[in-house]
């Protein structure tokens, strides 16, 4: 069994602010022995982070001593003038142990991110891969990353109000599609409408559902899971895609 976790975070008026708010939340998740916990995508106040290391300082101090790994969520990094925007992964020592780039910039973001090139697997406390936001809706990230190994992937976001309803449904979709369980965390304030999502999956005489659990305000969610009892029924999905033009 793996303890996997959302935070949903609220907006605050400055960076040191919405961290310390979390780092409460992160504790309080260290102390239910959660493994792994994900935060959104942009939530902090100013989300251009020029040092990982340090705006994340305390964020790694609980990582180690929780042996919790740590998704801090997903933010613009500038290096050497080349803009990307980033979700890097503070594993159980606490250090950082890896970076997931978006590989789909949304909307606004193409004009100055640049795409990443690679779907990655992390292995802590299971192997799990790291979906950002837009990446989402492309059916191939989740697909890769699955056939890569993941046993589970989580994917920090940051949707607005009127994009609830289908992201919700994208996230639904892509976990039936790979007989995987998705975890996603959303910002919760006056334009992003919250409602992050643990998805599990419940496979009833041959046919597959999923399980929802939404989250409200600010706050901090784990849930215990079997990773092993997708394997057989992720299997057998692949087993049964064919190549076709």
């Not at 022995?33 to 020029?50: A, M, R």
């Not at 790291?130 to 890769?144: G, K, L, Q, R, S």
């Not at 039936?176 to 965390?185: V, Y």
């Amino acid at each position: 069994m793996v303890k996997l976790g959302l935070i949903q975070t609220t907006s605050q008026s400055t960076n040191q602010k919405g961290i310390s708010q979390v780092v409460k939340i992160l504790k309080k998740l260290g102390k239910s022995n959660t493994d792994i916990v994900c935060l959104p995508e942009q939530w902090l106040k100013n989300n251009e982070i020029s040092d990982f290391n340090l705006e994340f300082s305390e964020f790694k101090k609980i990582a180690k001593e929780f042996t919790m790994t740590i998704i801090p969520g997903a933010f613009y990094e500038i290096i050497k003038k080349k803009t990307s925007i980033v979700s890097p992964v503070i594993g159980p020592n606490g250090e950082f142990i890896g970076r997931q780039e978006k590989i789909h910039p949304f909307d606004y973001e193409k004009d100055n991110v640049n795409p990443g090139s690679e779907a990655k697997i992390f292995n802590t406390a299971c192997k799990f891969g790291v979906i950002i936001c837009y990446d989402m809706v492309f059916p191939m990230v989740a697909n890769t990353l699955a056939k890569k190994g993941a046993q589970v992937l989580f994917s920090p976001s940051r949707i607005v109000r009127r994009g609830i309803e289908p992201w919700q449904m994208y996230v639904q979709i892509r976990a039936l599609e790979n007989r995987i369980p998705i975890l996603a965390a959303n910002v919760e304030n006056r334009r992003f409408g919250g409602n992050s999502l643990i998805i599990d999956l419940n496979e009833n005489n041959k046919v597959v559902t999923t399980k929802v659990m939404k989250l409200n305000g600010e706050c901090g969610v784990s849930k215990e899971f079997d990773l092993n009892k997708y394997e057989k029924s992720r299997k057998m999905r692949f087993s049964d895609s064919n190549n076709f033009q």
